[in-house]
């Protein structure tokens, strides 16, 4: 594709990157037949190929309208088109330029401004949205059904994470929201760690990785709150010897492997940046690599179960069929699912911005998961998890919590 950037942007590291992104795209509309947005609505500026030309006008001067933001605000960020470009087109990367543009061009309604500030300053705050999810708990006999489902009753119990008594170790994320909404996931992964040899540890104080502030508008908020991880998590680096960093979140994963992008013109964060993202793995690449040391299992076979592959894991870190290998290896039977490539409208906070198309997408991804008649439904990703569960009785967990139950 031709371009002309516009001088504002044309020679600022931004307008650079855009500029190559843009000129890879051959216009041949692949993308557009594995977006969720696109197939919902049918309409060229709610695909990716639509997006990405409207954020070609944008960067090349054109007047940005409330139109504009409403299509890139409908994008899921799944990057099922990443997948499905033959040109290698990184929209992600494209999406997060034209995003910070319109974001400085555009004024959003008052309300729209301090939901997205509400969410900004609420969720990162692992503490205080356990406390408001305690609150919502209370109140959920008396709110509406709609709102109601969205809080979960209950919460499974953590179980006791194991002493840290292995030579090796890896850190582990504890992340914003899954310790309120589901505190066993980092400790089974804890205990899985632990029977393969490896000690995992969590960084006291760490919080938010930094993706929801990054990608609800907050571009220069989510870099800090990067950077304070990092600062967490250096010295366990640097003079802990932890091997790995491990993500029981693929949604904080996709992140934090973007860290080096994302900080690399930061000249005091940019190599700490690097060494991290290189180091980080996501739970399923780390089981897949020390199975053999699982092994023999209970001979009892692990139940019907239907995966569902996050796109933050599939699309966005190109990670595929190595949980779904993982549980087959244990003695699950996965039952087929049609569609697994499409996003299940959770989507971060997509579900709070974009209500009607991520119900949508949510019962399209529960119809899909059930046709094949499984026990429960699995994942990677705890947005998913939550999001999924409040649409059916069927138990929606994450697979590493399945699987150590199966150890244990
Ligand atoms: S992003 Fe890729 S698949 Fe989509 S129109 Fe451009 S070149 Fe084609
Ligand atoms: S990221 Fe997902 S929703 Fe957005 S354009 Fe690509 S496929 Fe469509």
Redesign the pocket.
Known sequence: MQTALADFIRDTPEGREADAILR????????TATCPTYLLLGDENDG??GR?YLMKQALEGQEITDRTRLHLDRCLTCRA?ET????G?Q?GRLLDIGRKLVEEKTVRPAWENLKRRALAEIVPRGWLFALLLELGRLARPFLPARLAETIPASVTRAGAWPAARHARKMLALAGCVQPSLAPGINAAAARVLDRIGISLVEAKGAGCCGALRFHIGYQEEGLADMRAMIDRWWPMIERGGAEAVVMTASGCGVVVKEYAHLLRHDPAYAAKAEKISAMTRDIGEVIDAEYARLEPLPLKKGGRIAFHPPCTLQHGQNIKGVAERVLARAGFELTPVPDSHLCCGSAGTYSILQPELSVQLKRNKLSALASGAPDEILTANIGCLAHLQSGTERPVRHWIVALEERLS
């Open positions: 890879k795209c051959v216009h041949c509309g692949f993308c990716p190929r990405i088109c499905t470009c033959p040109s087109v929209y």
